[in-house]
């Protein structure tokens, strides 16, 4: 039987009064897990099956359109069958990446309505600064509050080494040591995942992530494969993204492992991710120094004086091409779009030109 309502889902005031544009004949739903086609929701009914309405794409032609795990829906209850989502209730945040190479679609949508966002990093040769920043910049333009969690400490022999290049990578982030055989860092942990809120946990494969969902539910619910010895990862068991309600009442996010995280918009995440830069660089001579060979260089002055690290500054470089490329690329993609309304205008004025008067 089950006895968790809509609103043990996170299902607020605000979403209700928003839903009451729609009508009363939907019920709101929360998307649990997403498949090949079809979505696992959670209603005042319990867990069923849902998938998208026969003409929603047809009116929601946008990739962020498409409802993800933790996103809030209005659906067309059918009891025993397949309910029809019908409406996409607006977002708090929404997490994502650049779709692999080997994908059609421009983007991927992680996950919706998130409160934190948990980056997973085991201590060995995986850990890799230039991919947490990634990750972070993501986070910070979503919305979304970020933790850095180092798994497998008891496997490590130089945690402080790894404290210090994770804070170099994540300046005022919080970080917590982590290990399940130990559970060093669990209680930490723990009460951060408190009722109401929802979190997910984002890294690569073989970082511990299976581990440490399970030693968080207290049960098993994800199967752990052992990492490779080769180079210190694993393959991720994890086939479909899910939210996971746990003991607690929070909500959790998990997604197949992400080798690669490539951003689609970096927007001020950039500039939060590397705000230390940010910073100095509002002390340059120049407003639009590159940080190169220009004279009166905060950064590089803090460079030549030990106190920024020379690394950094090309991790911030490469994701300020990255923004730049798309802020050209919406450039370009809006200046198409007013070309064409315009040549329309002129098109539509020539014709009253021309019009004599008379219908033939």
């Given at each position: 039987?089950?006895?968790?309502?809509?609103?043990?889902?996170?299902?607020?005031?605000?979403?209700?009064?928003?839903?009451?544009?729609?009508?009363?004949?939907?019920?709101?739903?929360?998307?649990?897990?997403?498949?090949?086609?079809?979505?696992?929701?959670?209603?005042?009914?319990?867990?069923?099956?849902?998938?998208?309405?026969?003409?929603?794409?047809?009116?929601?032609?946008?990739?962020?359109?498409?409802?993800?795990?933790?996103?809030?829906?209005?659906?067309?209850?059918?009891?025993?069958?397949?309910?029809?989502?019908?409406?996409l209730?607006?977002?708090?945040?929404?997490?994502?990446?650049?779709?692999?190479?080997?994908?059609?679609?421009?983007?991927?949508?992680?996950?919706?309505?998130?409160?934190?966002?948990?980056?997973?990093?085991?201590?060995?040769?995986?850990?890799?600064?230039?991919?947490?920043?990634?990750?972070?910049?993501?986070?910070?333009?979503?919305?979304?509050?970020?933790?850095?969690?180092?798994?497998?400490?008891?496997?490590?022999?130089?945690?402080?080494?790894?404290?210090?290049?994770?804070?170099?990578?994540?300046?005022?982030?919080?970080?917590?040591?982590?290990?399940?055989?130990t559970?060093?860092?669990?209680?930490?942990?723990?009460?951060?995942?408190?009722?109401?809120?929802?979190?997910?946990?984002?890294?690569?494969?073989?970082?511990?992530?299976?581990?440490?969902?399970?030693?968080?539910?207290?049960?098993e619910?994800?199967?752990?494969?052992?990492?490779?010895?080769?180079?210190?990862?694993?393959?991720?068991?994890t086939?479909?993204?899910?939210?996971?309600?746990?003991?607690?009442?929070c909500?959790?996010?998990?997604?197949?492992?992400?080798?690669?995280?490539?951003?689609?918009?970096?927007?001020s995440?950039?500039?939060?991710?590397?705000?230390?830069?940010?910073?100095?660089?509002?002390?340059?001579?120049?407003?639009?120094?590159?940080?190169?060979?220009?004279?009166?260089?905060?950064?590089?002055?803090?460079?030549?004086?030990?106190?920024?690290?020379p690394?950094?500054?090309?991790?911030?470089?490469?994701?300020?091409?990255?923004?730049?490329?798309?802020?050209?690329?919406?450039?370009?993609?809006?200046?198409?779009?007013?070309?064409?309304?315009?040549?329309?205008?002129?098109?539509?004025a020539?014709?009253?030109?021309?019009?004599?008067?008379?219908?033939?």
């Amino acid at each position: 039987m089950n006895n968790l309502k809509i609103t043990d889902y996170g299902y607020t005031d605000q979403l209700k009064e928003q839903a009451l544009q729609y009508g009363e004949s939907l019920i709101p739903a929360r998307i649990t897990a997403v498949f090949q086609g079809m979505y696992e929701i959670a209603t005042d009914y319990g867990i069923s099956k849902a998938k998208l309405k026969g003409n929603y794409i047809l009116n929601n032609p946008s990739e962020e359109m498409i409802p993800t795990v933790g996103d809030f829906v209005l659906v067309d209850y059918q009891e025993g069958s397949i309910s029809p989502i019908h409406y996409l209730l607006p977002r708090s945040s929404i997490l994502a990446r650049k779709a692999p190479t080997d994908n059609k679609k421009n983007s991927q949508l992680i996950g919706a309505n998130i409160d934190y966002a948990f980056i997973v990093t085991s201590m060995n040769k995986d850990f890799s600064a230039g991919r947490i920043e990634r990750y972070l910049t993501a986070i910070y333009q979503a919305g979304i509050t970020p933790i850095l969690l180092l798994s497998k400490s008891d496997l490590a022999d130089n945690i402080n080494e790894y404290l210090a290049m994770a804070g170099d990578a994540a300046p005022g982030v919080d970080v917590i040591c982590n290990s399940t055989v130990t559970m060093e860092g669990m209680k930490e942990l723990s009460e951060m995942l408190v009722k109401g809120k929802t979190v997910i946990f984002i890294g690569s494969s073989g970082v511990g992530k299976s581990s440490l969902l399970n030693a968080v539910a207290g049960t098993e619910i994800m199967q752990v494969n052992d990492i490779r010895e080769d180079d210190a990862r694993g393959r991720h068991t994890t086939t479909h993204r899910q939210l996971l309600m746990l003991d607690s009442g929070c909500m959790l996010i998990d997604t197949p492992g992400m080798r690669e995280f490539s951003l689609i918009e970096t927007g001020s995440g950039v500039d939060e991710t590397f705000s230390d830069i940010h910073e100095l660089a509002q002390q340059c001579h120049f407003s639009d120094c590159s940080h190169g060979k220009e004279i009166k260089c905060a950064v590089k002055n803090a460079i030549d004086e030990g106190r920024l690290d020379p690394k950094r500054l090309i991790q911030y470089n490469k994701q300020k091409k990255v923004e730049e490329f798309y802020e050209k690329k919406d450039y370009l993609k809006n200046k198409e779009k007013t070309m064409k309304k315009y040549f329309e205008i002129g098109r539509e004025a020539r014709k009253r030109k021309n019009y004599d008067g008379y219908d033939y």
